[in-house]
């Protein structure tokens, strides 16, 4: 759901929400531990260090969240000092971690909300094209009034319900034209 994806493009969507810099801080705290040569101090302010593993100890979901928000506020607008899409080797990083580079030999349901701030429709829309045209077999359904936050739980009957269609053996629907 709300494939994480053109990050990028995400990282620029979302510096100016405070929940997006929650989920920018994650990700990039996870990748200046796992990829040798990737240093916070090559992307972010000093001032925002403290801040972003602070974000990175606590948990998107749950009362966890709270305890995120009071260093996410301090991180500010600007608390990336340089682009991501610019600055190597983090625009490396961001590309090998975008979902869809190789063909997917199994159907593929793809969830968005229509109200997803976060990760926008218009990205998600532009994802299953691309793999469309690969031809991969691709549904993508749109909840109009879901926000990010909210479109795991909205949208979990119908991914079962799809889900158990594939083991029952029915043929996938697809949103490739």
Known sequence: GAPLLDLGELFKVNLKNPVGRILIAMALSSWASVYPGARLEQLVTPAALAGIEDVAENCVYGRKIAAAVPSTLLLGNTFVSHPIGDTQPWKAIAAENDPGASATPVPILITQGGADRIVPARLTERFVRR?????????LRVYPTVEHLEAGIVVAPDVAAWIADRFAGRPPASSCV
């Open 131 to 139: 793999l469309c045209a690969r031809g991969d077999t691709v549904e």
